[in-house]
C-alpha cells in the first residue's frame, strides 16, 4: 500500500477525534483498524476515514468534527504524536497487530449496552482496549 501524506495527516486527525483520551495502546489500535480497512479494501487509509459514518469524529454533528475542521483549514494544532502514531502503524513500523486484523471497533459502554448496533452482533471480539472494543468477522 502506498502512504500518501495526506493519508498520515487525515488519519492522524482521526486518532486524534476517535481515541485522544485513550491509552497510547489505544490510539496506536484505531489507527491499525485503518490500516487494516484500507488494505482489505484496497483502498488509502484517508479514503477509509473519510467515508461516510465510519468514524465518528468526522460526521457534522459529532463534537470532534468543528475541531478536526479547524486543523484542516490551519487554525489549529493538535500534537504531533497524532502524526507519528498514523506514519509508523501505516507504514509498517508497528509490527504487533494488537487488535488482530479488526476493521471495526466501539466503546464498550455501547457494545456491552442494549444499543449495540445488529451490525455488530456478527462480529467477534478480539481484544478490548482503554474504552474500545475491537470486532472483527467471524472465521
Not at 31 to 42: F, G, M, P, T, Y
Not at 50 to 59: A, V
Not at 67 to 92: H, K, M, T, W
Not at 111 to 117: A, T
Request: with cysteine.
Amino acid at each position: 500500500m502506498v502512504i500518501r501524506p495526506i493519508d498520515i495527516k487525515i488519519t492522524g486527525l482521526t486518532v486524534y477525534g476517535e481515541a485522544r483520551g485513550e491509552p497510547h495502546e489505544g490510539q496506536i489500535a484505531v489507527a491499525q483498524v485503518i490500516r487494516n480497512r484500507a488494505l482489505a479494501n484496497n483502498t488509502y487509509p484517508a479514503v477509509e476515514c473519510l467515508r461516510p459514518y465510519q468514524f465518528s469524529c468526522w460526521n457534522k454533528n459529532d463534537p470532534n468534527y468543528p475541531i478536526l475542521q479547524a486543523v484542516l483549514r490551519g487554525e489549529r494544532d493538535i500534537p504531533s504524536i497524532f502524526y507519528r502514531i498514523a506514519d509508523n502503524v501505516l507504514n509498517g513500523r508497528v509490527l504487533l497487530d494488537e487488535v488482530d486484523g479488526a476493521r471495526y471497533y466501539m466503546t464498550k459502554s455501547l457494545y456491552y449496552s442494549n444499543k449495540r448496533p445488529s451490525w455488530a452482533n456478527k462480529l467477534r471480539v478480539v481484544a478490548e482496549i482503554g474504552n474500545h472494543v475491537f470486532l472483527t468477522e467471524e472465521e
